[in-house]
């Protein structure tokens, strides 16, 4: 069983025994991880740094000279391993304490993938893997599938996370946790203003600010808007739907289950901050790319979408993740 315990400094973590998670998409009370990145943004140079250095030594997260390995502060070193985490780029080491990469990390940040975030693909890759995982990045899917409010400051999004953890988390989880888990999503996906008087260690923004899904509108208020996501990349968008297919077990899905979320299951439309308009835009090309594999129809006067044989998460990334445009600067 599962669950969920405060640990001494008032962060919350989530403790595993014999039985797993009925599913990485849905929302269970009795488990969810708040605080456990130190408070650190996922930053660029990490993945690779911290895949690297696993690859040499599935145990280097445990030894007492892992700050020297990595190049790296203690709190930075939790950070590291918290983030390859929950973005399923590692796992435990079988039959050791150690951790290995996972066939998803090799595929996508091996040698023939794309260490560095150069490409959109990568970073949209990473935003998907976050944003799915109430398990273990609960504050990042929380704001992207069950926050709504399009415009607001950095104590109202902090509120919110606090009203979300009081209404469905089983155990109590300090104001303050939430708040620092509030900022720090907030930190990761705005980028920092030019000219703001920041310490150099807050001014290294995280890849995903790259990505715009929320913006500064001032030094108080941020906005975050559904858009029809344009340069999403397709090969990232159909990886996401073929994971929300097998997270349903089903062959056809209706769009509006592709389009919001809820507890049970996490949709494309929310976690990309999607208009209807762009989900549907952006099926018709996934249909259009991959005619064997999908097809948008309308059945008893709801439109669908059809999956027509299984194909593999992975397969999707092997052929074609890391050939996106150069993410922008």
Same mark, same amino acid.
């Given at each position: 069983?599962?669950?969920?315990?405060?640990?001494?400094?008032?962060?919350?973590?989530?403790? #595993?025994?014999?039985?797993?998670?009925?599913?990485? %998409?849905?929302?269970?009370? +009795? +488990? !969810? /991880?708040?605080?456990?990145?130190?408070?650190?943004?996922?930053?660029?140079?990490?993945?690779?740094?911290?895949?690297?250095?696993?690859? /040499?030594?599935?145990?280097?997260?445990?030894?007492?000279?892992?700050?020297?390995?990595?190049?790296?502060?203690?709190? %930075? !070193?939790? /950070?590291?391993?918290?983030?390859?985490?929950?973005?399923?780029?590692?796992?435990?080491? #079988?039959?050791?304490?150690?951790?290995?990469?996972?066939?998803?990390?090799?595929?996508?940040?091996?040698?023939?993938?794309?260490?560095?975030?150069?490409?959109?693909?990568?970073?949209?890759?990473?935003?998907?893997?976050?944003?799915?995982?109430?398990?273990?990045?609960?504050?990042?899917?929380?704001?992207?599938?069950?926050?709504?409010?399009?415009?607001?400051?950095?104590?109202? #999004?902090?509120? +919110?996370?606090?009203?979300?953890?009081?209404?469905? !988390?089983?155990?109590?989880?300090?104001?303050?946790?939430?708040?620092?888990?509030?900022?720090?999503?907030?930190?990761?996906?705005?980028?920092?203003?030019?000219?703001?008087?920041?310490?150099?260690?807050?001014?290294?923004?995280?890849?995903?600010?790259?990505?715009?899904?929320?913006? $500064?509108?001032?030094?108080?208020?941020?906005?975050?808007?559904?858009?029809?996501?344009?340069?999403?990349?397709?090969?990232?968008?159909?990886?996401?739907?073929?994971?929300?297919?097998?997270?349903?077990?089903?062959?056809?899905?209706?769009?509006?289950?592709?389009?919001? +979320?809820?507890?049970?299951?996490?949709?494309?439309? #929310?976690?990309?901050? %999607?208009?209807?308009?762009?989900?549907? $835009?952006?099926?018709?090309?996934?249909?259009?790319?991959?005619?064997?594999?999908?097809?948008?129809?309308?059945?008893?006067?709801?439109?669908?979408?059809?999956?027509?044989?299984?194909?593999?998460?992975?397969?999707?990334?092997?052929?074609?993740?890391?050939?996106?445009?150069?993410?922008?600067?």
């Amino acid at each position: 069983m599962t669950t969920k315990v405060p640990s001494k400094d008032n962060r919350t973590v989530t403790t #595993a025994g014999a039985t797993p998670p009925p599913s990485k %998409m849905t929302f269970q009370p +009795s +488990s !969810v /991880s708040f605080g456990r990145h130190e408070s650190f943004p996922l930053r660029f140079g990490w993945i690779d740094k911290g895949l690297d250095a696993l690859r /040499s030594d599935p145990g280097v997260f445990l030894r007492e000279d892992a700050t020297v390995v990595l190049g790296v502060g203690r709190n %930075m !070193v939790a /950070s590291i391993r918290y983030w390859l985490q929950v973005a399923s780029l590692v796992e435990q080491e #079988a039959g050791g304490r150690g951790l290995v990469e996972t066939e998803l990390a090799r595929i996508a940040f091996g040698e023939n993938g794309d260490p560095y975030l150069e490409d959109d693909e990568s970073i949209w890759l990473l935003h998907w893997l976050l944003a799915t995982n109430p398990v273990g990045a609960t504050a990042v899917y929380w704001f992207f599938n069950h926050f709504h409010k399009q415009a607001f400051t950095g104590e109202e #999004a902090a509120g +919110s996370l606090r009203s979300f953890a009081d209404r469905e !988390v089983v155990t109590k989880v300090s104001a303050t946790t939430l708040n620092r888990d509030a900022t720090t999503v907030l930190r990761m996906y705005t980028r920092t203003t030019p000219g703001t008087r920041l310490s150099l260690e807050d001014a290294l923004d995280s890849p995903l600010s790259l990505l715009n899904l929320v913006n $500064r509108v001032d030094t108080q208020h941020r906005r975050s808007r559904a858009a029809l996501r344009s340069d999403l990349p397709l090969p990232v968008f159909a990886f996401a739907i073929a994971q929300v297919f097998d997270h349903l077990e089903v062959t056809h899905a209706a769009i509006q289950d592709l389009m919001y +979320s809820d507890l049970a299951r996490c949709a494309p439309g #929310a976690v990309f901050r %999607m208009t209807e308009e762009g989900l549907v $835009r952006k099926l018709d090309q996934l249909c259009a790319s991959a005619p064997s594999d999908f097809r948008l129809d309308r059945t008893a006067g709801v439109d669908q979408l059809y999956r027509l044989r299984t194909v593999s998460p992975l397969d999707i990334l092997s052929n074609g993740i890391g050939h996106g445009q150069r993410a922008a600067a």
